[in-house]
């Protein structure tokens, strides 16, 4: 056997010692009811954080005031900004950061749109599929069969710009292309294009929705255009209403 070294056992029992004591000392505490409280969580300013909001005011405070059942006036507070920058992180909206901007008021008119996205009747129904154009709240679903009934939710959309609007009125799906590329606008891609009028179409695109305009076409994200080359086919009906603003 091999001797056991006396400065290690002297170490060894001044650890043991150290760890008596603590023990000792905490179980005095608890029995005395001087334990300290565990932290408490970070106040919740109404987002689940208590990071500061300070935001300046945005162009569409009034309306997410309204949508989001906060006081109407106008002014940007920190209960406000709180309120706006949840909405953003539970719908995606980068940055969030609680200003009413474009990508917010857009994504608050889909959102308020999706119980009923006709519900004035803008967009007439048919016998079979209508894909819906809103111009004004730059939005589309589809609606299917003369009740109207909605078979793809709304989604935002971005359409021509003043000069090259989107033709209105009814059209039909004439030509599907899953992999097309632009023969007007420097080979850009257009995925899952479907035609509708004289070279208009729905398609994918890779800008961001909310700035400018298109040529004429309805842009939308990839996961929504994809969703509709899914959704309607060849000879469906197109409806489109309305007028983008600023056009």
Not at 113 to 142: F, H, I, S, Y
Not at 233 to 242: L, P, Q, T, W
Request: hydrophobic content about 35%; overall charge negative; glycine content about 10%.
């Amino acid at each position: 056997m091999t001797p056991v070294d006396g400065s290690a056992s002297l170490l060894a029992l001044r650890r043991l010692t150290a760890v008596i004591l603590a023990a000792v000392v905490a179980a005095v505490l608890l029995a005395a009811g001087q334990v300290p409280a565990a932290a408490a969580p970070p106040p919740d300013g109404g987002d689940g954080t208590d990071e500061p909001c300070t935001s300046r005011l945005g162009p569409y405070q009034r309306e997410m005031e309204e949508y989001l059942g906060l006081p109407v006036d106008g002014r940007q507070s920190e209960d406000d900004c709180r309120a706006i920058r949840a909405f953003q992180r539970e719908h995606g909206i980068e940055p969030a950061d609680g200003y009413a901007g474009v990508p917010t008021w857009r994504t608050m008119l889909v959102e308020e749109a999706r119980a009923n996205p006709n519900e004035l009747g803008a967009c007439p129904t048919a016998e079979g599929k209508v894909a819906c154009v809103d111009l004004t709240r730059q939005l589309m679903w589809v609606q299917q069969g003369h009740a109207g009934r909605v078979i793809m939710d709304p989604v935002p959309v971005r359409t021509g710009r003043q000069g090259l609007e989107t033709r209105l009125g009814w059209h039909r799906i004439y030509l599907r292309k899953r992999d097309h590329y632009s023969t007007i606008y420097d080979n850009a891609p257009m995925p899952f294009s479907q035609f509708f009028n004289g070279g208009q179409a729905f398609h994918g695109t890779y800008d961001d929705l909310y700035e400018s305009g298109s040529g004429g076409c309805v842009n939308m994200t990839l996961p929504d255009a994809e969703t509709l080359w899914h959704t309607i086919n060849m000879g469906d009906r197109v409806f489109v209403y309305g007028r983008k603003p600023g056009t």
